[in-house]
C-alpha cells in the first residue's frame, strides 16, 4: 500500500514538473535561449496569486487569471526588453544565459524585499484540500484536479504543436531558423509567443504548487532546475520526453523518500540526470 | 583599521575565485555555477582537519585542492562530453548536493550550525591572531595562486585552451583531444577555489552552509564578468569592486533583511547591464570580442 501511496504521490509532483519541464521546453528548443529567468517567472505567478487573493480580497479565480497574464507579460517582457536587444548586437549563447542568470537574481531578491521569506500557501475551499480514498491511496481534489490539468494541457500542447500552423511554426524555427525566415515566418513573433506559452505553463504550475504545498524564495531556483533536468532528460523539443520525464522525476523522488531521508530529495532529480548524461544523453525518447 | 584589513583579506580570497573561475570563463568559456560549492570544501576540509587533528593549515590546503579536485572531475568527466549546455546544469546541480551535504550530514558538518571559533593557522610557531598578520599570509597564498594561474594561461596549454574557446573543431582538426583539455581546466580552475576556502574559513572563523550557495557561485561568475572575462587583472578589480563597494551599504541605515537582497539585486542588475553594453567587463581582453 505505501508503495502505491508513494506512486501516487509521485504522479502528483509529477504532474507539476512535467508542465514546468513543458514550459521551459517550448521557450529553450524554440529560442535556444537559456532562460533562467522562467524561475524567476514561476515564484512571480506564485506570488501574485497569493497578493491578489490573500491581500488584495480579489475572488480565487480572479487572481489566478490575473496572475496568469502577469506571468505571461513579465516573460515576453523578458524577451522583448533583454533578449531581443542581445540577439541584436550579435552575443553569444552564453552571454544571454548569464543576462538572463543576472536577471533572475535581480527579480527574485525583487521577490525577498516585497514578499519576505515565508512559505506563502494559496488558500482553497477546504471541501477540495479534504483528502478522499481511492482504493486506499490517499489523494485531495485538488490534487486530482491538477494530475487532470497537467494532462490536459500536455495533450494540448501536443496537438497545437502538431496541427496548428503556429504550433507548426515553433516547430519550424527549433529545426531551422533560417529557413523559418525565408519561408515568411518572422522569427521574432514566434519567439514571442513561445515566450508567451512557456510562461503561461510556468504560472499555472507555480499557481497549482502554490495551492498544494506553497512557495517560498527557494520554489523559483528549484522548479528551474527541475525543469531543466525534465528537458535535458527527455530530449530536447520532444515535448513527450519532457513530460515523461517530469513524471519520471516526480515519481523517483517520491520512491526514493522510501529509502532516504527526504533532506536528500533535490539530489535525486540530480542524479537521475547523471545517469542520463553517462548512458542517453539524447534523452529519453529519441527525437523522431 | 582592523575593518579595512578584514576587507582586504576578503578581497584578495576572492581575488583567488575569481582569477581561477575565469581561467574556466575567460580562457576556456567554461560556466560553472559550482564554484562556491568547491570553495565549501578547502573551507571545510581545512576546519575539520585542523580542530579534529590540530593539523598545520599549510598541509590541509593542498587536502582540500585534492578533494576539490576529485570532486570537480566527476562532474567535468561524464559532463562535458556531452555537447551543448549539460555540464552547466550538472554543476547546477552539483551545487546544491553539496549544499545539501553541508547542510545534512550533521555528524561530519555540524549541519546548519556550521563551525565556529575555527582556530588562526599556526605556522612554524608563529600564529596569524590579528588581522594585520593573516594579512600578510592572504597575500602571500593569493600571489602564489595567481602566479600559477597566469603562468597557465601564458603557457603553450593556455593557448591550446584560447583556441580551443574560440573553435573546438579548428582545435580538434589540429589534434587536440578537446574534451581532455577541458576537463583539465575544470578540474584546475575548481580546486584552486579550494585554496580560497581555506583561506575563508580561517580568515573569518565561522563557517556554514549559507556561506557557499548557489547564490554566491552567481556573485562568483558576476565578479569575472564585471572585471573583464579573459583578463586576470580584471578579476582582481572585479573582485575588489563587488567585495567593498556593497560594505558602503553600511553607512546607511538599511535593514540586514533589505541589505542582503538588496546587494544580490544590485549584482544581478550589474551582470544585466554588463552583458548588454560591456560585455568584455571593465578590463577587457587584449581585443575586442565583437565585431
Known sequence: MLFLQLIANGIIAGSVYALLGLGFGIIYSATRTFHFAHGAVYSMAGYLAFQFHVFWQIPLAVSIVLSLLAAILLGMAIEGLIYRPLRGVGASSMEILLSSLGLFILLQNFMIILWRSDPRVLPVAETIRKGISLGGIWVTSLQLIIIAISFGLWGVLLIFTQRTKMGKAIRALESDPEMTEMVGIDPAHIRFLAYGIGSALAGISAILATMDMGIDPNSGIMALLIAVIAVLVGGIGNYSGTALAGFLLGIAENMGIWKIPSEWKSSIAFGILVIFILFRPTGLLKKT | ?291
Open chain 2, 1 to 291: 583599521m582592523d575593518y579595512i584589513f578584514y576587507i582586504l583579506i576578503l578581497v584578495e580570497i576572492y581575488v583567488i575565485v575569481a582569477v581561477s573561475l575565469n581561467l574556466l570563463m575567460g580562457f576556456t568559456g567554461l560556466i560553472s555555477m559550482a564554484h562556491a560549492g568547491f570553495m565549501a570544501i578547502g573551507a571545510y576540509t581545512t576546519t575539520l582537519l585542523i580542530t579534529s587533528l590540530g593539523m598545520n593549515f599549510l598541509l590541509t590546503i593542498p587536502l582540500g585542492v585534492a578533494i576539490a579536485g576529485m570532486v570537480s572531475a566527476l562532474l567535468a568527466l561524464p559532463s562535458l562530453r556531452v555537447k551543448g549546455e549539460h555540464y552547466i546544469i550538472a554543476s547546477f546541480g552539483l551545487q546544491i548536493i553539496l549544499y545539501n551535504i553541508l547542510l545534512n550530514w550533521v555528524s561530519l558538518t555540524n549541519g546548519p550550525y556550521g563551525f565556529s571559533g575555527i582556530p588562526r593557522p599556526q605556522i612554524f610557531g608563529y600564529k596569524f591572531a590579528t588581522y594585520r598578520s593573516y594579512l600578510i599570509l592572504a597575500s602571500l597564498v593569493t600571489c602564489v595562486c595567481v602566479f600559477l594561474i597566469w603562468r597557465i594561461t601564458r603557457s603553450r596549454f593556455g593557448l591550446i585552451l584560447k583556441g580551443i574557446r574560440e573553435d573546438e573543431v579548428a582545435a580538434s582538426s589540429l589534434g587536440k583531444n578537446v574534451n581532455r583539455f577541458k576537463v583539465v581546466a575544470f578540474v584546475v580552475g575548481s580546486s584552486i577555489a579550494a585554496v580560497a576556502g581555506s583561506l575563508y574559513a580561517t580568515a573569518i572563523s565561522f563557517i556554514d552552509p549559507f556561506c557557499f550557495t548557489i547564490h554566491d557561485s552567481i556573485f562568483m561568475l558576476a565578479i569575472v564578468i564585471i572585471g573583464g572575462t579573459g583578463n586576470i587583472f580584471g578579476s582582481a578589480l572585479g573582485a575588489l569592486l563587488l567585495i567593498s563597494l556593497p560594505e558602503l551599504l553600511k553607512f546607511f541605515q538599511v535593514a540586514e533583511t533589505v541589505a542582503a537582497p538588496l546587494r544580490q539585486m544590485i549584482y544581478g542588475a550589474l551582470l544585466v547591464i554588463f552583458m548588454r553594453f560591456r560585455p568584455q567587463g571593465l578590463l577587457p581582453e587584449y581585443r575586442a570580442r565583437r565585431g
